[in-house]
């Protein structure tokens, strides 16, 4: 038999039943396009992460207080409660290191907000003037918090854009006062938005007041985070050599912890990495009910089919040639159902992007469609090698 006879032969016996090609291909189709949308998703907030991340300066360093296991991000609260750091370790640092090109202190507390009736609860951060330009802050209105804002402790803040669009809504808050845990600000400016930021917190949802202002406001002694910046990243490591040089005179290592903006992008790629290759691993499953579903059916196709298996056989068909029309047929169907599953699954992607960043990835889109020939393969043998070896005398007899 010519080696394309059982293309052909498979091709016209899908063709015939559509409806039962259909629904055996559906397994597959659901599989596949739940393989790319779920790994689409875990992608797109990898990427939304890193972009974030890299947003906020990837030169940026932060010293917290204690020593704090990135696996365990509540060990950071319970260092900042018992923070060892001073003020003064800033300008011993800077004048200890060459490569640290800016350094600022950082304090924060849960504050309420008030503006004409309504309050909301938002992260109040005491900073330095030059915190903005160390964490690449640029103000969307109005100023940021100058040295003298520091130096004079003005109450003034500068909200980030989530609490100044949940109090002002679509309106510039710029010279509007509000109430800070009962104290009166005056709002100096509204910060363009960022989302993540270090120790994976949302800076958007920050109000920024004057170092010196929350330390008497909050009651601070002591700086709960010091801040700073290197020029570029090769100045990383020498930068937290220098750091360590110099507050390991005073502390303990044990009482403060260097960590990068690098670092903390691995570890939370990382976490994501694990959930991603998890949520394909689920979607898998749902293609081996396809792979199963194809073989149940092509099992009863052969059934139905014992008659035409036994003519062609009788007119000199052989079981070579037997297997491997219902094996083409069985990859035919598992293809055209992983192509239609890579097209929905791209289709719902795009259509998600509205909400959430998705991004499709050259590894989903192979890892479905081999997986999904796969199964063809593995599900279609038993089918095709029971149609090979039925014996032609019976299967004309078959009823």
């Known amino acids: 038999m010519n080696m394309f006879e059982p293309i052909r032969l498979a091709l016209r016996s899908l063709r015939t039943n559509k409806v039962r090609s259909l629904l055996t291909m559906l397994g597959i189709i659901i599989g596949v396009s739940s393989v790319i949308l779920l790994v689409s998703i875990g992608s797109g907030l990898q990427d939304y992460i890193t972009t974030q991340f890299q947003s906020l300066g990837a030169n940026t360093i932060y010293i917290m207080p204690g020593k704090i296991d990135l696996k365990n991000v509540s060990s950071a609260g319970q260092s900042m409660m018992t923070s060892k750091l001073e003020t003064a370790d800033v300008n011993n640092i800077l004048h200890g290191s060459s490569v640290i090109t800016d350094i600022g202190p950082a304090v924060a507390a849960s504050g309420l ?118 020029a570029n990243q090769n100045d990383i490591a020498p930068a937290i050599e220098d750091i360590n040089h110099v507050m390991l005179r005073r502390l303990k290592d ?85 192509i239609i599953g890579i097209s929905i699954g791209a289709l719902g992607s795009l259509a998600l992007r509205s909400v959430i960043k998705t991004a499709v990835t050259l590894w989903s889109v192979g890892l479905a469609a081999g997986f999904s020939t796969v199964i063809g393969i593995i599900f279609g043998v038993a089918p095709a090698v029971r149609a090979s070896q039925l014996d032609p005398i019976e299967a004309l007899r078959y009823e």
């Open 113 to 230: 907000l008030t503006y004409k009736g309504k309050t909301i609860s938002t992260e109040t951060a005491g900073i330095w003037e030059n915190y903005f330009t160390i964490t690449n802050f640029e103000a969307a209105s109005g100023d940021i918090i100058r040295q003298s804002d520091v130096e004079r402790s003005r109450k003034v803040v500068v909200l980030g854009d989530k609490p100044a669009a949940d109090l002002f809504g679509d309106a510039d808050p710029v010279g509007q006062s509000i109430d800070i845990s009962g104290v009166r600000y005056l709002v100096k400016g509204r910060l363009a938005a960022k989302g993540s930021g270090a120790m994976g917190s949302n800076v958007d949802d920050h109000a920024f007041i004057p170092y010196t202002t929350a330390l008497r406001q909050f009651s601070f002694t002591n700086p709960q985070m010091i801040v700073l910046k290197v």
């Open 254 to 338: 044990t009482d403060f912890t260097v960590l990068q903006q690098t670092e903390l992008l691995n570890t939370i790629t990382q976490f994501l990495g694990v959930i991603t290759v998890a949520l394909g691993g689920i979607a898998a499953i749902s293609l081996l009910v396809g792979g199963i579903g194809i073989m149940n059916i092509m099992l009863v196709s052969v059934t139905e089919r014992t008659r035409e298996i036994g003519l062609r056989k009788a007119v000199g068909a052989t079981s070579r040639d037997i297997l491997f029309q219902f094996l083409i047929e069985a990859i035919i169907l598992s293809l055209t159902g992983g």
